[in-house]
């Protein structure tokens, strides 16, 4: 099994620039989610998935949108990016939501924004 | 608010010098304690999940324990392969949702 798959590995955007953050999943999981990772910080949670065509907001949401057509993917859209949105950006999913199973990670998106 | 405070923030070990890394937590109901090992360019990596008080889960050289405040993951003579970022995360019964502390940076020399 795959598990957690995330495009691309590394990005490099300009100010103002738009582009989606890929995430798929071959586990069947109905729950998946987006966090970012700062120095200094714990993983924060952007937005999350608990089914197709159903989404809520984590922590720290704005400036990023998300949707869920199907089970396997989550993309992340960052709609301007802005310096602020360097990170790390990890996808997780469990299959029942956070509720005392744990989250299966992919490996990240480094993102820098210039 | 809920959370979750790891220290060390770093830890530099001999090989075979065993240690313990802390998690302290605060949340409005706790569904569950996680340990995470992540390694340098990947995701984070379950190792264990914790539910209640007095809880105990072992996996090779890594063992960790609960209280209601505070977990701890002891390493009994760790080996350099055992150097990782070390997460704890904590989830309350309200929102299902985890509170992930800073981790701590284990670095054990052969």
């Known amino acids: 099994n795959a598990g957690v798959t995330q495009t691309p590995k590394f990005q490099v955007l300009k100010t103002g620039q738009s582009m989606t953050l890929q995430c798929a999943q071959d586990?069947?999981?109905?729950?998946m989610s987006w966090y970012r990772q700062d120095p200094g910080m714990g993983l924060r949670l952007i937005h999350y998935?608990?089914?197709?065509?159903?989404?809520d907001q984590g922590e720290v949401p704005n400036g990023y949108n998300v949707s869920r057509s199907t089970t396997e993917d989550f993309p992340l859209r960052l709609l301007s990016a802005a310096p602020s949105q360097t990170s790390v950006y990890f996808c997780?999913?469990?299959?029942?939501?956070?509720?005392?199973?744990?989250?299966?990670f992919g490996n990240g998106t480094r993102l820098t924004v210039t | 608010e809920d959370q979750v405070t790891q220290s060390p923030e770093a830890l530099r070990l001999q090989e075979g010098e065993s240690s313990s890394l802390n998690c302290s937590y605060t949340v409005s109901g706790l569904r569950g304690l996680f340990w995470y090992r992540q390694d340098p360019g990947k995701g984070p990596e379950f190792l264990f999940t914790?539910?209640?008080a007095g809880e105990e889960k072992e996996k090779e050289r890594l063992k960790a324990t609960l209280t209601k405040k505070e977990s701890f993951l002891h390493i009994t003579a760790p080996k350099p392969e055992d150097s990782a970022t070390y997460l704890c995360?904590?989830?309350?019964?309200?929102?299902?949702?985890?509170?992930f502390g800073t981790g701590t940076r284990l670095l054990v020399s052969p």
């Open positions: 998935s608990v089914g197709a065509g159903i989404t």
């Open positions: 586990m069947n999981h109905e729950y």
């Open positions: 995360a904590a989830e309350n019964t309200g929102f299902q949702k985890l509170v």
């Open positions: 914790l539910y209640s």
């Open positions: 997780a999913s469990n299959p029942r939501g956070a509720n005392g199973s744990p989250l299966h």
